[in-house]
């Protein structure tokens, strides 16, 4: 018994599956760059699903999709018959599960998204997880090591790499004295910025008219002064600059 037991356990280490998890690896390796690439041209563009969500869903994607060409190797090479079972339905429940769950992590605040980024990892996390389950220990090691490196590792090289910074900007005046569009493109634009969305609201029991405003810098935008000229502003009543990020 000892020895079937032993046995059962190379298995997961033989030929075949080393041959196996080495194809998986380097599929996982061409998905995390093919979402890079992609995701670089929502980062550039300021958007909060970025380089590193888009590299951690085309990860858990691949995962999936190449563990289903090796049903042979599964479970070390079981025989997947009806006394084994079809690990297929149980990741079908457990992607259904996982998507609930990564929901629940993305919030939306005013005009700021968040939690897109660890919506994916929880994703990617149970991808790991199944590799793990049907015996692609390699594999699944070698995709969590990528998502920790592009979870941590890719934060300084999407700073480094060119992009737009967008700016969410909420100003309200009183409604006997509202700024004109025009004065407000105006205003930013000294400060090195362009409207890019806008969005309006009346508040205080329809006292204030307030401007929810998304900016898109032109350059080297100045947060600073735009906040010194706006707290100047005898007209201004409140207003709130808040990064456009996830």
């Known amino acids: 018994m000892l020895r079937n037991a032993i046995n059962t356990l190379l298995s997961y280490w033989s030929q075949p599956m080393l041959a196996a998890n080495g194809i998986i690896l380097l599929h996982l390796f061409g998905s995390a760059i093919t979402g890079l690439v992609i995701g670089y041209e929502r980062t550039y563009h300021g958007r909060a699903a970025g380089m590193r969500t888009y590299a951690l869903v085309c990860m858990a994607s691949t995962a999936l999709t190449v563990m289903s060409g090796f049903p042979a190797l599964w479970y070390g090479g079981m025989h997947v018959g009806p006394a084994v079972g079809d690990p297929t339905r149980v990741i079908q429940g457990i992607m259904t599960g996982i998507g609930f769950l990564g929901a629940g992590v993305i919030v939306k605040e005013n005009m700021n998204i968040r939690g897109l980024s660890t919506a994916a990892s929880i994703w990617l996390t149970s991808c790991v997880g199944v590799l793990i389950g049907v015996g692609f220990y390699g594999a699944a090691t070698t995709a969590a090591i990528l998502a920790v490196v592009i979870m941590s590792g890719l934060r300084w090289l999407e700073k480094l790499l060119p992009h737009q910074f967008l700016e969410n900007l909420s100003v309200s005046y009183p409604r006997d004295k509202v700024a004109s569009e025009q004065s407000i493109r ?17 508040n205080g029991g329809g006292s204030r008219f307030e401007f929810l405003l998304i900016l898109s810098q032109l350059g080297v935008g100045r947060l600073n002064s735009l906040a010194a000229e706006l707290s100047s502003n005898a007209d201004v009543l409140e207003f709130r600059i808040v990064p456009s990020r996830n």
Not at 187 to 200: A, K, T
Request: proline residues 0%.
């Open 186 to 202: 105006e205003l930013v634009r000294r400060h090195g910025f362009e409207v890019v969305e806008w969005s309006y609201q009346v």
